[in-house]
């Protein structure tokens, strides 16, 4: 059974920086490109920035393109996500996702974990 854990999530105050750690089991890690998307309180859910399964390969939402980066440790079976420069509008719920090669596509991915809640005050 293929489980993703995020974790990381919090309150954090506008410019500020957070990590996020996605956490996965019964699937081949090393071989799954890895995403991480978001959804607002009303929205669509909505990408963020994916990499390939050996990390030598990634791709960035617009919005958080320069504030972002994604990352991977195949040995520790986990995705990262650092966020700094953090503003108001990436408040959301953000959720990793696995599927086999990269994608920004929300229908295109497997597996998703429960998410995790940034909020980002003014």
């Known amino acids: 059974q293929v489980q993703l854990v995020e974790s990381g999530g919090g309150l954090v105050q506008a410019g500020g920086s957070l990590r996020l750690s996605c956490a996965a089991s019964?699937?081949?890690?090393?071989?799954?490109?890895m995403g991480w998307f978001r959804q607002a309180p009303g929205k669509e859910r909505e990408f963020a920035a994916t990499?390939?399964?050996?990390?030598?390969?990634?791709r960035y939402a617009e919005s958080v393109k320069g504030r972002f980066t994604i990352s991977r440790d195949n040995a520790k079976n986990t995705v990262y996500l650092q966020m700094n420069r953090l503003k108001p509008e990436d408040t959301a719920v953000y959720f990793c996702?696995?599927?086999?090669?990269?994608?920004?596509?929300?229908?295109?991915?497997?597996?998703w974990g429960q998410g995790t809640q940034v909020t980002v005050s003014s």
């Open positions: 990499i390939n399964f050996s990390g030598t390969s990634t």
């Open positions: 996702a696995a599927r086999r090669l990269p994608s920004t596509s929300t229908s295109e991915y497997n597996y």
């Open positions: 019964g699937l081949t890690f090393s071989g799954s490109a």
